[in-house]
Nanobody
Framework: VQLQASGGGLVQAGGSLRLSCLASGRTFRNKSMGWFRQAPGKEREFVAAISWSGGRQYYADSVKGRFTISRDNAKNTVYLQMDSLKPEDTAVYYC??????????????????WGQGTQVTVSS
């Protein structure tokens, strides 16, 4: 599976962005997907995850109620809708694919495939 993230940019605090992650390969729909982020000087951290069918989601406390993860298996794409953005959301955002279709993991080591990242910058 190859992953291509897009949709990042510069936005003011309180604004919104929608990230997309396009996956190649027919096995995309058999995998749980996740979004992570990494700010300068910090470790990569979990943001959200979604099961293979889209029926279950899991969010980090820091984004719960503001971000929404979804997927369209017909388009091989997973999305991250980010609303009410804050300056502390500034980071490079990465999409990732788990080997499991059901597990919703917040651990970097449990994701096998990674995209190249897209920069999100939130100004105050």
């Amino acid at each position: 599976v190859q992953l291509q993230a897009s949709g990042g940019g510069l936005v003011q605090a309180g604004g919104s962005l929608r990230l997309s992650c396009l996956a190649s390969g027919r096995t995309f729909r058999n995998k749980s997907m996740g979004w992570f982020r990494q700010a300068p000087g910090k470790e990569r951290e979990f943001v959200a995850a979604i099961s293979w069918s889209g029926g279950r989601q899991y969010y980090a406390d820091s984004v719960k109620g503001r971000f929404t993860i979804s997927r369209d298996n017909a388009k091989n794409t997973v999305y991250l809708q980010m609303d009410s953005l804050k300056p502390e959301d500034t980071a490079v955002y990465y999409c990732a694919a788990d080997q499991s279709p059901l597990r919703l993991s917040d651990k970097v080591d449990e994701y096998y495939y990674w995209g190249q990242g897209t920069q999100v910058t939130v100004s105050s």
